[in-house]
């Protein structure tokens, strides 16, 4: 699992679009082909992102200060200049309220600065779709600046760029392995899904190179030793282009050949598991089997499930959805995201986790 994971890191940063994308998707595609001559490729387009990597965003009075920041994928673009102004909350994947302030100009708003109040700058996306004004997000000391700022009386000013381009028909790959259960039952199967490519902004170790390599593990072990269940094993792409991939794959399918989905996303650092999943009698059927093992030790369930990954579009159409994550929130969507040794332990309790779910979930699972 160890030489997947590194050589998926070693890729880079797998924005969609992007050559070590690109690489990343013919190692996967290529390791499959190897385990089965079953390996597809499921190609699609949609309407997505490319950052141009310049965008900056600078306090301009009552002093000068050059903040470190990160864009929204789905900002808008170009360049803007005027005053600060409170502006309540983004809520980012309906999970995280972040304080919002909006950058006025003659009576107009011209750009947004958005931030969480619990760690540095990240990227993250704008899931309603990309908006028409730059939008960036700050690190909690900046919030914290911006919000003592507008408490006073005089004026504040920013300006900035922002390098966020629309695009539409870009390419996207899912790539996936259908696994036959060694018995002869009904035709339904469960689906395995974690997606490959990373926000522009990091090599995405723990998000999401290293549930890929789980799910290639589980790939290999079912390869030679056949499921209880048929799977398929899905490898999501343009995760981070508001769940371009999963939501493809979803819209093919008919709800009722599928029992249930298992959706890895984020295996970091730490000792805390989070299963986001629904609908509650699912939920209920995964805490009995989780709950009677003694790890992880920390178990924290989230219901209904938060939108925020690519189980979202199976869950909207009444399927059974879970979604695994040691969920790292210190260094997502950062070039910090790097190979350390600790995720690793985090990823092999992950394969087992899956393995044991499959084999102790019921083989039938009621829709909802
Ligand atoms: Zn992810």
Redesign the pocket.
């Known amino acids: 699992m160890i030489k997947f994971w590194k050589q998926l890191i070693d890729c880079g940063n797998k924005a969609v679009g992007s050559d070590a994308h690109q690489q990343a998707e013919e190692l996967i595609f290529a390791s499959l082909k190897q385990l089965s001559p079953a390996a597809e490729k499921m190609e699609f387009t949609f309407d997505g992102w490319e950052t141009s990597g310049n965008s900056f965003l600078q306090l301009s009075s009552p002093f000068y200060k050059n903040f470190d920041c990160w864009i929204f994928l789905g900002s808008g673009s170009g360049s803007f200049e005027g005053e600060i102004h409170p502006m309540g909350y983004t809520h980012v994947w309906n999970m995280y309220p972040w304080k919002r302030f909006a950058v006025i100009d003659k009576g107009k708003i011209v750009a947004y600065i958005s931030g969480r109040n619990d760690g540095d700058t990240l990227s993250q996306t704008l899931i309603e779709g990309n908006s028409l004004f730059p939008h960036f997000i700050l690190g909690k000391n900046d919030i914290a600046l911006l919000e003592g700022l507008t408490q006073g009386e005089g004026k504040i000013y920013v300006k900035g760029f922002a390098g966020c381009r629309h695009v539409s028909n870009m390419r996207g790959c899912n790539l996936i392995l259908p696994i036959k259960s060694g018995k002869e039952k009904h035709p339904g199967k469960v689906v395995l899904t974690a997606?490959y490519d990373t926000m522009y902004n990091t090599p995405g170790a723990y998000?999401?190179a290293a549930?890929a390599a789980v799910l290639m593990q589980l790939a290999k072990i079912f390869s030679e030793k056949q499921p209880s269940c048929n799977l398929e094993l899905v490898f999501t792409d343009a995760?981070?282009h508001g769940l371009a991939g999963s939501r493809y794959y979803a819209n093919q399918i008919s709800p009722e050949t599928i029992e249930y989905v298992i959706n890895i996303?984020?295996v970091g650092r730490g000792d805390e598991l989070e299963i986001w999943s629904g609908n509650e009698s699912f939920e209920q059927s995964v805490f009995k089997i989780l709950n009677s093992l003694n790890y992880p030790k920390k178990q924290c369930y989230h219901n209904p499930p938060p939108p925020g990954?690519d189980h979202d579009p199976f869950y909207r159409r009444g399927i059974p959805s879970c979604m695994l994550t040691f969920n790292d929130q210190g260094i997502l969507h950062t070039p910090f995201d790097i190979y350390e040794e600790s995720k690793l332990s985090n990823m092999h309790v992950m394969c087992q986790l899956v393995q044991t779910l499959l084999d102790q979930l019921p083989e039938q699972v009621k829709h909802f």
């Open positions: 997606h998000d999401n549930g995760e981070e996303d984020g990954s």
